[in-house]
């Protein structure tokens, strides 16, 4: 049973790129939900995607943007990459992301902005 | 808006002796609440979870943890720690019928063998 996948592991890229990170959710989850971890932090909500909508979104800038496909994997695209947008970047799955539901998370991709 | 504290950002510990992690949390509805605990250079991944009934829930390794309500606390205890339990430990909360799960800065655990 294949837990949550993410891709790439690691990156770098140039201020002011942009980036499109991927997840495809645990196996039977219809649910992602992306994080923000810097360095010395716990995860920051970035927004969760539910039958290819956005649900809930947390305190980020519309330079993060999302989408959901059809058989439920996701991307995370990130523009106008900035310094501070360095930090790891998780996806969790869970199943109709009610708040009862246990999220599981990916490994995550390393985002260095230089 | 709900927030999760935890109290300590380091712990250091010897093995076998017992542990108490502070975690509370800002929010006046009904919570679900969590610890997650990462391993070097693994993933995140659930150690235990507080939904509804009895306050007192155990977890994975050992752990459990206690939902007192009129304290907003959910605090990690173990009775006695092992080398292979240096981690990383996150708290977490998530309103009922929220979509979001809010979490704690974390507490970086060593355990010296």
């Known amino acids: 049973d294949a837990g949550v996948t993410q891709s790439p592991t690691h990156l770098i890229k140039t201020r002011g790129q942009q980036v499109t990170l991927r997840c495809s959710p645990k196996?039977?989850?219809?649910?992602v939900s992306w994080y923000q971890q810097a360095l010395g932090q716990g995860p920051q909500f970035i927004f969760q995607?539910?039958?290819?909508?956005?649900?809930q979104r947390g305190n980020f800038p519309d330079r993060f943007s999302g989408h959901q496909f059809p058989n439920y994997s996701s991307e995370l695209n990130v523009n106008a990459l900035l310094l501070g947008d360095s930090a790891l970047y998780l996806c969790?799955?869970?199943?109709?992301?009610?708040?009862?539901?246990?999220?599981?998370f990916g490994e995550g991709s390393w985002l260095t902005v230089v | 808006a709900q927030s999760v504290s935890q109290h300590n950002h380091h712990v250091i510990l010897s093995e076998a002796a017992s542990l108490e992690l502070g975690c509370n949390y800002s929010?006046?509805?009904?919570?679900?609440l969590f610890w997650y605990v990462q391993y070097p250079g693994q993933h995140l991944q659930l150690l235990l979870k507080?939904?509804?009934?009895?306050?007192l829930v155990k977890g994975i390794k050992g752990f459990e943890a206690e939902f007192i309500k009129s304290k907003f606390s959910f605090n990690l205890r173990k009775p006695s720690v092992q080398w292979s339990d240096t981690a990383e430990y996150f708290c977490a909360v998530n309103s009922g019928g929220g979509f979001k799960t809010i979490f704690g800065a974390g507490t970086r655990l060593f355990v010296k063998a």
């Open positions: 507080y939904f509804s009934g009895d306050p």
């Open positions: 196996s039977g989850h219809d649910t």
């Open positions: 995607y539910y039958e290819e909508e956005e649900r």
């Open positions: 969790a799955s869970s199943l109709r992301g009610g708040s009862g539901n246990t999220i599981y």
């Open positions: 929010y006046g509805g009904t919570v679900n």
